[in-house]
């Protein structure tokens, strides 16, 4: 890389940009005041910090050298002494506890090195200033409506938008913000070089793999390895301008405060402090939660107006005016007869969940999820290319560290041509069918429980019939299955956490190579475990229940009990009770977890580095330290590791199933969820601004694998609605009573009971009772069941190719990527191609020895020499203090 002043001077234009020192592209604060002091320095009060790495060990090694193996003490300072020769400036603090102390290594790259790993790793950098704000759809109807948004607010300093290609040494004069070396790279853009580094400096043999700061961190080395919060999350006293506020606390202000709950995100300041990759989770789940408020008016409108319903329902009225006009068998062997009027409450009450409007719900809900995933595209376009992501490809993605240390044997990359850790492709197969063998013993194991659940409610119902207590005899029923879905929550969430715990060791067993093969292989097999863990026992109530309990004389059993058949406000709403039950109980659960759990953590950690500042008065007798502030190396190792975003990911899906696949038996569930995930935000923001470590920047072009879940949930509630309005619900056999017998729906109560055998009748005092059945006196199936049979198969066949077509139509009407997105595209890719021409004619002659420039879009990498065979930077680097010594290949 040639040195600064070596630069060779062009006179023409590469693009025409507007120039305006206001914009500064390095820092978020363009109006800031400069008053406030920037801590995340080292002791001179300029070098910023660009990362920590921290490590503790028992005081008493510092003078015998017990109680730290010698082998970690010599790989981190072989670590860091490769550091100091790849030209990364270093100063060490110390903290004294107790009994530890905490070593704290500050990081920092000098501009030299920025320059050289920016175009490493494809930094892009901007080239001229573009005006376009997010803009949301409701903005825009509201806008046009000449409405007032409550949703909006005057975030401050917003992020500047521009068209960017990758960094060029040689055009460093070109990009916006040059002038000015401290701020030109983002702070997130110095962290990710700072990480490169880490990760790819070898501190022992690169034949075992032990290259990097992940593989130390598994090791122990270092204890903790992040980049600096940008000061404080609280507001200044005495208060302060808004623009002179710094970005993590403009996060706090307007976005992780309850009091944000109804205002758009900020998702630009997002982006700019945690990245890409979180802030597309952020926008993904603000996106579901607004596209959740239409359908939640809908469910609520139609649950309301099932009152109506309920109110003019002509069944209804003959099941509570029957009196004793239908006597109904024994629910169990031990129970007695009892009269259908007994339970007009609880039919009513069932209407609320199994009428009309539920149908209407169920189509409206699944093209409601295929539009939603739509939309979503064309969001998730426009803002991967806002953010610079739309044609991102990652680098050649290194080996995780537990894969290199646990390799058997290497083998030589056929693309960097150096030795790498390797996995025989065959052991790897048998590793993951043993996985899936396991995967379907753990779902025999659900299903196990599922059969124990079910067999409790039966013999539970059984004991309150032989309880001398008749009240609760009258609502054995109702207990036994609320007691029933409250214990199936509990064996959920135990069976939760095991195979978490299962997954994790199956996966890492498999040995994958890369991080993202990791991690995908372990979201797939925990979706199908919590897939099978939580709609079991709903998929069980809707479509089986009460499906195979005989009749009179003849009843199933199952190890001897009898089956158990729907209660008396049938089936639609025992599954709504469930599904209230395991989403709003999971839901309450998680946010109270979320809530309660990282600030105990938090205090602990805090809690156990509070002896310090006592301890190292007495020892060095310094003047006292107890009111002097925290330094921010101390305050952040204070914070929690940022866990990543699986199990929010995960918690926002099994939501998206239950609201989607089970809506027709539960209209307010959209509501609930609505509900949750604006507290669901709020807490995601809190804990990643207050409560997180600082993590380092990920880019990513869209939610991932996650995508390819929801598409699959998509097509399920499909299905699962039409079965459930075909076979569950009484919607076909009151449409066929209506257009075959009587269309007010009178007599409609006799036609859906059964009289018992008279086989039956004889061993009961000659005395006959009713059932719920299509059957004749021999227990024989009527030709109305068949009828009811051939129109139930025809309506879900014609339900799901309806909506499946409509889906289709409307992916074909609305394109991935929006025309303005579109035409920002084809501007940028117009002024990339003007920028690599320029850089093609001059390239060989301004930088020599460098690799030929590929031809076509700046956004594609140029050919380099492979992280793997090189862990230095190259050796030109005058500008270094002497300190850190020349760098130099290893």
């Given at each position: 890389?040639r040195?600064?002043g070596?630069?060779?001077?062009?006179?023409t234009?590469?693009?025409?940009?507007?120039?305006?020192?206001?914009?500064?592209?390095?820092?978020?604060?363009?109006?800031?005041a400069?008053s406030?002091v920037?801590?995340?320095?080292?002791?001179?009060?300029?070098?910023r910090i660009?990362f920590?790495l921290?490590?503790?060990?028992?005081?008493?090694?510092?003078?015998?050298?017990?109680?730290?193996?010698?082998?970690h003490?010599?790989?981190?300072?072989?670590?860091?002494s490769?550091l100091r020769?790849?030209?990364?400036l270093?100063?060490q603090?110390?903290?004294l506890q107790?009994?530890t102390r905490?070593?704290?290594?500050?990081?920092?790259?000098?501009?030299?090195?920025?320059?050289?790993y920016?175009?490493?790793?494809?930094?892009?950098?901007?080239?001229?200033v573009v005006?376009?704000?997010?803009?949301?759809?409701?903005?825009?109807v509201?806008?046009k409506?000449?409405?007032?948004?409550?949703?909006?607010?005057d975030?401050?300093?917003?992020p500047?938008?521009y068209y960017?290609?990758?960094?060029r040494?040689?055009?460093?004069?070109?990009?916006?913000?040059s002038?000015?070396?401290?701020?030109?790279f983002k702070?997130?853009?110095?962290?990710?070089?700072?990480?490169?580094?880490l990760?790819?400096?070898?501190y022992g043999?690169l034949?075992?793999?032990?290259?990097?700061?992940?593989?130390?961190?598994s090791?122990?080395?270092?204890?903790?390895a992040?980049?600096l919060?940008?000061?404080?999350?609280?507001?200044?006293?005495?208060?302060?301008?808004p623009?002179?506020?710094?970005?993590?606390?403009?996060?706090?202000?307007?976005?992780?405060k309850w009091?944000?709950w109804?205002r758009y995100?900020?998702?630009?300041?997002i982006r700019e402090?945690?990245?890409e990759?979180?802030?597309l989770?952020f926008?993904?789940?603000?996106f579901?939660?607004?596209?959740?408020?239409?359908?939640s008016?809908?469910?609520t409108?139609?649950?309301?107006v099932?009152?109506?319903l309920?109110?003019?329902d002509?069944?209804?009225?003959?099941?509570?005016?029957?009196?004793?006009?239908f006597t109904m068998c024994?629910?169990?062997?031990?129970c007695?007869s009892?009269n259908?009027?007994?339970?007009c409450?609880?039919?009513?009450a069932g209407?609320?969940?199994d009428?009309?409007g539920?149908?209407f719900?169920?189509?409206?809900?699944?093209?409601?999820?295929?539009?939603f995933l739509?939309?979503?595209?064309?969001?998730?376009?426009?803002l991967?290319?806002?953010?610079?992501?739309?044609?991102?490809?990652?680098?050649?993605?290194?080996?995780?560290?537990?894969?290199?240390?646990m390799?058997p044997?290497t083998?030589?990359n056929?693309?960097?041509?150096?030795?790498e850790?390797?996995?025989p492709?065959?052991?790897?197969?048998n590793?993951?069918?043993?996985g899936?063998?396991?995967?379907?013993?753990?779902?025999?194991?659900v299903?196990?429980?599922?059969?124990a659940?079910?067999?409790?409610r039966?013999?539970?119902i059984?004991i309150?019939?032989k309880?001398?207590?008749s009240?609760?005899?009258?609502s054995?029923?109702?207990?036994?299955?609320?007691?029933?879905?409250?214990?199936?929550?509990?064996v959920?969430?135990?069976?939760s956490?095991?195979y978490?715990?299962?997954?994790?060791?199956?996966?890492?067993w498999?040995?994958?190579?890369t991080?993202?093969?990791?991690?995908?292989?372990?979201?797939?097999k925990?979706?199908?475990?919590?897939?099978?863990?939580?709609?079991?026992?709903?998929?069980?109530?809707?479509?089986f229940?009460?499906?195979?309990i005989?009749y009179?004389g003849?009843y199933?059993?199952l190890f001897g009990?009898?089956?158990?058949?729907?209660?008396a406000g049938?089936?639609?709403m025992?599954?709504?009770?469930?599904?209230?039950?395991?989403?709003v109980?999971k839901?309450?659960?998680?946010?109270?977890?979320?809530?309660?759990?990282?600030?105990?953590?938090t205090w602990?950690?805090?809690?156990?580095?509070?002896?310090?500042?006592?301890?190292?008065?007495?020892e060095?007798?310094?003047?006292t330290?107890?009111?002097?502030?925290v330094s921010?190396?101390?305050?952040?190792?204070?914070?929690?590791?940022?866990?990543?975003?699986?199990?929010?990911?995960?918690?926002?899906?099994?939501?998206?199933?239950?609201?989607?696949?089970f809506?027709?038996?539960?209209?307010?569930?959209?509501?609930?969820?609505?509900?949750?995930?604006?507290?669901?935000?709020?807490?995601?923001?809190?804990?990643?601004v207050?409560?997180y470590?600082?993590?380092v920047?990920?880019?990513?072009?869209?939610?991932?694998?996650?995508?390819?879940?929801?598409?699959?949930?998509?097509?399920?509630?499909?299905?699962?609605?039409?079965?459930?309005?075909?076979f569950?619900?009484?919607?076909?056999?009151r449409?066929?009573?209506?257009?075959?017998?009587?269309?007010?729906?009178s007599?409609?109560?006799n036609f859906t009971?059964?009289?018992s055998?008279?086989?039956?009748?004889?061993?009961?005092?000659?005395?006959?009772?009713?059932y719920r059945?299509?059957?004749?006196?021999k227990?024989?199936?009527?030709?109305?069941?068949?009828h009811?049979l051939?129109?139930?198969?025809?309506?879900v066949?014609?339900?799901?190719?309806?909506?499946f077509f409509?889906?289709?139509l409307?992916?074909?009407?609305?394109?991935?990527?929006?025309?303005?997105?579109?035409?920002?595209?084809?501007?940028e890719h117009?002024?990339?191609k003007?920028?690599?021409?320029?850089?093609?004619?001059?390239?060989?002659?301004?930088?020599?020895g460098d690799?030929?420039?590929?031809?076509?879009?700046l956004?594609?990498?140029?050919?380099?020499?492979?992280?793997?065979q090189?862990?230095?930077p190259?050796p030109?680097?005058?500008?270094?203090p002497?300190?850190?010594?020349q760098?130099?290949?290893?």
């Amino acid at each position: 890389m040639r040195r600064r002043g070596q630069q060779h001077e062009d006179g023409t234009i590469l693009i025409a940009m507007e120039t305006n020192l206001e914009l500064n592209y390095g820092s978020i604060t363009m109006e800031a005041a400069a008053s406030s002091v920037d801590a995340n320095v080292f002791s001179d009060g300029k070098t910023r910090i660009d990362f920590v790495l921290v490590w503790e060990e028992p005081r008493s090694s510092q003078e015998d050298g017990s109680g730290v193996s010698p082998a970690h003490r010599k790989w981190r300072e072989e670590f860091l002494s490769r550091l100091r020769h790849a030209g990364v400036l270093q100063e060490q603090r110390e903290v004294l506890q107790m009994k530890t102390r905490i070593c704290f290594v500050l990081l920092s790259a000098p501009w030299n090195v920025l320059c050289y790993y920016a175009e490493e790793i494809s930094l892009r950098v901007p080239l001229q200033v573009v005006t376009a704000p997010i803009v949301n759809w409701s903005e825009k109807v509201l806008s046009k409506l000449s409405l007032p948004n409550p949703l909006s607010q005057d975030v401050p300093n917003p992020p500047p938008d521009y068209y960017t290609c990758q960094f060029r040494t040689n055009k460093l004069e070109r990009f916006l913000g040059s002038e000015d070396t401290e701020t030109f790279f983002k702070t997130t853009q110095r962290h990710q070089v700072l990480y490169e580094i880490l990760a790819r400096t070898p501190y022992g043999s690169l034949r075992k793999g032990e290259v990097g700061i992940d593989r130390l961190m598994s090791e122990q080395v270092f204890t903790a390895a992040y980049p600096l919060h940008e000061g404080d999350f609280r507001l200044p006293v005495p208060p302060v301008a808004p623009q002179s506020l710094g970005l993590r606390q403009i996060l706090y202000e307007y976005w992780a405060k309850w009091s944000c709950w109804r205002r758009y995100q900020p998702l630009d300041h997002i982006r700019e402090y945690f990245g890409e990759k979180i802030a597309l989770y952020f926008a993904w789940i603000g996106f579901y939660t607004g596209w959740l408020l239409p359908v939640s008016l809908v469910g609520t409108l139609i649950f309301l107006v099932g009152f109506w319903l309920v109110a003019t329902d002509v069944p209804a009225k003959e099941v509570c005016e029957s009196g004793n006009t239908f006597t109904m068998c024994p629910l169990c062997n031990i129970c007695t007869s009892w009269n259908y009027s007994s339970i007009c409450l609880a039919y009513k009450a069932g209407l609320l969940f199994d009428n009309g409007g539920t149908v209407f719900l169920s189509v409206f809900m699944s093209l409601w999820a295929v539009t939603f995933l739509e939309y979503w595209k064309r969001t998730c376009s426009a803002l991967s290319h806002r953010w610079d992501c739309s044609d991102f490809q990652d680098i050649e993605e290194r080996p995780r560290p537990e894969f290199t240390a646990m390799a058997p044997m290497t083998m030589r990359n056929p693309v960097t041509g150096s030795e790498e850790p390797y996995f025989p492709e065959k052991k790897r197969f048998n590793r993951t069918i043993t996985g899936c063998m396991v995967i379907i013993i753990m779902v025999a194991v659900v299903l196990m429980f599922l059969i124990a659940i079910i067999l409790y409610r039966t013999i539970l119902i059984v004991i309150i019939h032989k309880s001398e207590y008749s009240f609760f005899s009258f609502s054995a029923g109702r207990i036994a299955s609320l007691s029933g879905s409250v214990l199936n929550l509990l064996v959920i969430l135990m069976l939760s956490r095991v195979y978490i715990m299962l997954a994790h060791i199956l996966t890492r067993w498999e040995m994958h190579r890369t991080q993202t093969k990791y991690e995908d292989m372990f979201i797939l097999k925990v979706f199908i475990f919590q897939f099978v863990n939580f709609y079991s026992s709903p998929v069980y109530i809707a479509f089986f229940k009460g499906r195979f309990i005989g009749y009179p004389g003849h009843y199933d059993t199952l190890f001897g009990v009898r089956n158990e058949d729907c209660g008396a406000g049938g089936c639609l709403m025992e599954l709504a009770q469930e599904l209230l039950v395991i989403m709003v109980g999971k839901q309450l659960i998680n946010n109270v977890q979320e809530f309660i759990h990282p600030k105990v953590k938090t205090w602990w950690q805090r809690r156990k580095m509070s002896p310090q500042f006592k301890d190292k008065q007495g020892e060095v007798g310094e003047e006292t330290r107890r009111f002097e502030e925290v330094s921010p190396w101390e305050a952040d190792y204070q914070l929690l590791v940022c866990e990543g975003l699986f199990s929010e990911y995960l918690e926002m899906v099994l939501q998206f199933g239950f609201i989607t696949i089970f809506v027709a038996a539960c209209p307010l569930a959209p509501l609930f969820a609505l509900i949750n995930n604006w507290v669901e935000i709020r807490l995601d923001a809190q804990k990643f601004v207050t409560e997180y470590r600082r993590p380092v920047v990920e880019r990513a072009q869209d939610i991932g694998i996650w995508f390819t879940i929801l598409q699959f949930i998509t097509h399920m509630a499909v299905l699962s609605n039409a079965f459930l309005i075909g076979f569950t619900s009484s919607f076909v056999p009151r449409l066929y009573y209506r257009y075959t017998r009587d269309s007010t729906l009178s007599g409609f109560i006799n036609f859906t009971l059964a009289t018992s055998p008279q086989s039956y009748s004889q061993q009961h005092n000659n005395t006959s009772c009713r059932y719920r059945g299509f059957r004749d006196g021999k227990g024989e199936f009527l030709p109305e069941y068949f009828h009811l049979l051939a129109i139930r198969l025809g309506f879900v066949i014609i339900f799901e190719h309806v909506v499946f077509f409509i889906g289709r139509l409307i992916d074909m009407m609305v394109p991935d990527i929006p025309e303005e997105v579109e035409m920002k595209m084809k501007r940028e890719h117009y002024m990339a191609k003007e920028a690599l021409a320029e850089n093609q004619s001059l390239g060989k002659t301004m930088i020599p020895g460098d690799k030929e420039v590929l031809s076509g879009d700046l956004w594609q990498r140029g050919s380099r020499i492979s992280p793997q065979q090189r862990d230095s930077p190259p050796p030109n680097l005058e500008e270094i203090p002497e300190e850190t010594n020349q760098m130099s290949n290893s």
